[in-house]
């Protein structure tokens, strides 16, 4: 792409890197560029001023011509694949998936293929070329056994809207879990600071008491009571609607667990039962093979128009089976979803 840009007087004595992100960023979407981007071809030479090698901190000036080449961006080596994916939503902008429980989002090392990134490459075709090369697309994330709502860019220029939306958290979700016990207050919220385990780096803890780690927030309310035993506090699953305030890297199951109310079926951070205890539930909480975590509502900022737009994703079939069978355990519902 080479481009041969004019300076309108509005602009005069502005840096030249500034100035080409802004230019870049209100024009077509397929050509649309990043500070970041600008600046690396800056530093290689590729752009220039009055057809001298610019630098990125010179000014410019009404009538100065500036000449920009950037290359191709590369085509991705991941490979296409006709996965199925349901799509909640699409434009011309983006693309919002219902992602299913068990898919990995992205390759990453171990995994190639199989992934959510291969489906949309497939239903796609342009995607490759949009944000990171290993993650085409793709602005925020899902642990692979999370179900539910995601929203993904398909041109370079909302990628760059949308990646400074959950940057500056101007989007808001809402997710449903499954938890042991009972969870009272009704609602509340729990703000401790997360980091990674001293020990084991995979993992994430709550870092409160060491002062370290960083902010973590997330709100809950307390949607339904099922009591599957009669130990008041063990023998209850609580279903909950969470809200994060802040995206850290397994967030909402690590407050839960620091709470003491670890999410049904988490392998990493979920509870050991006790030898003696048994309730009627036990078969059921046993066989489910991933974390009881949707993500249900996530709302944005439209692209284009500014406007706010909700996306709700059903609840995945497992959970919601799993959910059913709960309420069958115990006839008695003292708490009823809202």
């Known amino acids: 792409m080479i481009e041969a840009l004019s ?85 011309a902008d983006c693309l919002v998936v219902n992602k299913a429980p068990g898919m990995v989002v ?3 090392a171990g995994q190639s293929r199989d992934t959510l990134v291969n489906a949309l490459l497939h239903h796609c075709k342009d995607l490759a070329r949009v944000g990171s090369e290993r993650r085409p697309g793709i602005v925020h994330r899902l642990d692979k056994d999370t179900s539910g709502v995601m929203v993904v860019a398909k041109n370079p220029w909302a990628y760059h809207q949308l990646v400074a939306q959950f940057k500056n958290r101007q989007v808001r979700k809402e997710y449903l879990a499954l938890v042991h016990g009972k969870m009272v207050p009704a609602m509340g919220r729990i ?12 993992r994430m803890s709550s870092l409160y008491r060491l002062n370290h780690g960083r902010p973590a927030l997330t709100e809950w309310r307390v949607l339904e009571h099922l009591s599957i035993g009669h130990d008041h506090a063990r023998g209850t699953i609580t279903l909950v609607r969470l809200l994060p305030r802040t995206g850290r890297t397994h967030q909402l199951r690590v407050h839960l667990a620091d709470m003491g109310f670890p999410i049904v079926g988490d392998k990493v951070y979920g509870r050991r039962r006790n030898k003696g205890e048994r309730t009627p539930a036990d078969g059921l909480l046993q066989a489910f093979p ?49």
């Open 7 to 91: 300076i309108d007087p509005s602009c005069a004595g502005m840096r030249l890197d500034l100035f080409l992100t802004n230019r870049f960023a209100k024009g077509e979407p397929e050509k649309a560029l990043s500070r970041a981007e600008i600046q690396r071809l800056i530093s290689k030479g590729l752009v220039k001023l009055n057809g001298a090698v610019a630098k990125r901190s010179v000014r410019v000036q009404v009538n100065d011509r500036i000449e920009i080449q950037a290359p191709p961006k590369p085509t991705s080596t991941l490979d296409a694949q006709p996965l199925p994916i349901e799509i909640l939503y699409e434009d």
């Open 106 to 108: 992205h390759p990453a």
């Open 191 to 202: 703000d401790r600071p997360i980091g990674r385990h001293r020990a084991d780096r995979k």
């Open 290 to 338: 991933r974390q009881a975590l949707h993500a249900e509502l996530l709302a944005i900022h439209d692209v284009r128009s500014g406007k706010i737009i909700e996306f709700h994703a059903p609840l995945a079939r497992d959970m919601d089976e799993l959910l059913h069978q709960l309420r069958l355990v115990h006839p008695d519902k003292s708490a009823r979803r809202q």
